[in-house]
């Protein structure tokens, strides 16, 4: 029931909008003039503050210049389409045009995007870079239109390590028998499991109280977690152990897809790449304030001495595990290998 009432909230404020939600306007790009464009709508659960917003902006603004306003891209922040399950969901059925997602929610729809969700498949943020700017990552963002969706880039959420409240975590043994919050994802909870904690799947929302009662022993995130979500207010130890790196992802419907020319699609995904290039500045520049004001201002510790090698050993088996159970992550591992 949860599913029809997102679908019928988003259809209902299409109605409503002046502008309206999904595709509204000229039929196809072809067709759309200034005076009559083709609206695209985007909508996203993230704060009108957050990096991520702020590069889908410029997202939105490049593409109305670029095309001369024949396109525009109307954008609903702050969850008022619904959470992040529910805009893929109207993104699905045609509801709204784009929205964005932690690459691994897209699972449901294609395999291979498990693959974000591992532990240690990136050997740090340039290889990081280096791969997901690829012309063979792009290439596969852009095969998946018999699934329901192509994706136009994607935005950096940085590398998630392990803090708690007073215990660095150097090696896998360090985290037994600690409750440690992850996100409601098959992939967390596996890692997990294999590095010898105990997974405790919860929101975002709810770590900050759990952490303060006990519910949980720690957590993982970046480091921008510790100032914007105060977290650095009850765990003092952040070990940076970078086990993973989640990115967030644009996705556009590939119904609306095939209605934009060949030109058009060009222009989107220049303006898409263009949006991504300004992020990673934004994001460097927020990982440092946050590092500055957890350990000037919380007393956070931030421990350096981590043995990455140990963690990459255990959850080793993991990824065999999911290449077995998931062609598609073996495939996408593939292309990410395969890149120079």
């Given at each position: 029931?949860?599913?029809?009432?997102?679908?019928?909230?988003?259809?209902?404020?299409?109605v409503l909008c002046l502008s309206g939600c999904g595709q509204k306007g000229a039929a196809g790009s072809e067709q759309a003039t200034k005076e009559?464009?083709?609206?695209?709508?985007?909508?996203?659960?993230?704060?009108?503050?957050?990096?991520?917003?702020?590069?889908?902006?410029?997202?939105?603004?490049?593409?109305?210049?670029?095309?001369?306003?024949?396109?525009?891209?109307?954008?609903?922040?702050?969850?008022?389409?619904?959470?992040?399950?529910?805009?893929?969901?109207?993104?699905?059925?045609?509801?709204?045009?784009?929205?964005?997602?932690?690459?691994?929610?897209?699972?449901?729809?294609?395999?291979?995007?498990?693959?974000?969700?591992?532990?240690?498949?990136?050997?740090?943020?340039?290889?990081?870079?280096?791969?997901?700017?690829?012309?063979?990552?792009?290439?596969?963002?852009?095969?998946?239109?018999?699934?329901?969706?192509?994706?136009?880039?994607?935005?950096?959420?940085?590398?998630?390590?392990?803090?708690?409240?007073?215990?660095?975590?150097?090696?896998?043994?360090?985290?037994?028998?600690?409750?440690?919050?992850?996100?409601?994802?098959?992939?967390?909870?596996?890692?997990?499991?294999?590095?010898?904690?105990?997974?405790?799947?919860?929101?975002?929302?709810?770590?900050?109280?759990?952490?303060?009662?006990?519910?949980?022993?720690?957590?993982?995130?970046?480091?921008?977690?510790?100032?914007?979500?105060?977290?650095?207010?009850?765990?003092?130890?952040?070990?940076?152990?970078?086990?993973?790196?989640?990115?967030?992802?644009?996705?556009?419907?590939?119904?609306?897809?095939?209605?934009?020319?060949?030109?058009?699609?060009?222009?989107?995904?220049?303006?898409?790449?263009?949006?991504?290039?300004?992020?990673?500045?934004?994001?460097?520049?927020?990982?440092?304030?946050?590092?500055?004001?957890?350990?000037?201002?919380?007393?956070?510790?931030?421990?350096?001495?981590?043995?990455?090698?140990?963690?990459?050993?255990?959850?080793?088996?993991?990824?065999?595990?999911?290449?077995?159970?998931?062609?598609?992550?073996?495939?996408?591992?593939?292309?990410?290998?395969?890149?120079?």
């Amino acid at each position: 029931m949860k599913k029809y009432a997102s679908l019928f909230l988003a259809a209902l404020l299409s109605v409503l909008c002046l502008s309206g939600c999904g595709q509204k306007g000229a039929a196809g790009s072809e067709q759309a003039t200034k005076e009559n464009p083709m609206i695209l709508t985007l909508a996203h659960g993230l704060s009108e503050s957050h990096t991520v917003h702020i590069a889908m902006m410029e997202f939105a603004q490049q593409v109305e210049e670029q095309t001369e306003g024949r396109i525009k891209v109307k954008i609903f922040p702050n969850g008022q389409l619904g959470s992040e399950n529910e805009n893929m969901e109207q993104l699905m059925a045609g509801v709204v045009a784009m929205t964005k997602v932690s690459a691994p929610g897209l699972a449901t729809y294609n395999e291979s995007y498990h693959t974000f969700g591992l532990p240690y498949i990136f050997d740090g943020t340039e290889d990081f870079y280096h791969i997901m700017d690829s012309r063979q990552m792009e290439d596969f963002f852009l095969s998946s239109e018999d699934d329901g969706f192509v994706t136009l880039t994607y935005y950096t959420s940085g590398a998630r390590s392990f803090y708690t409240k007073n215990k660095a975590i150097r090696t896998p043994a360090d985290l037994k028998g600690l409750k440690i919050r992850v996100q409601d994802m098959k992939s967390q909870t596996d890692m997990l499991n294999a590095l010898g904690g105990i997974p405790v799947a919860m929101s975002y929302g709810d770590v900050y109280t759990s952490l303060q009662t006990g519910i949980i022993d720690g957590t993982e995130n970046n480091e921008t977690a510790l100032t914007t979500g105060k977290h650095g207010e009850v765990c003092k130890v952040f070990s940076t152990d970078q086990h993973a790196m989640i990115p967030d992802v644009m996705v556009m419907s590939a119904k609306i897809w095939e209605t934009i020319s060949p030109q058009d699609q060009q222009i989107i995904l220049d303006a898409a790449h263009a949006s991504t290039d300004s992020h990673k500045i934004a994001w460097d520049a927020a990982i440092e304030e946050a590092v500055t004001e957890a350990s000037g201002q919380m007393n956070v510790e931030f421990v350096d001495d981590v043995d990455k090698e140990a963690f990459r050993e255990a959850t080793s088996g993991m990824i065999e595990e999911y290449c077995e159970e998931y062609p598609g992550v073996q495939k996408l591992l593939d292309i990410i290998n395969s890149v120079e």
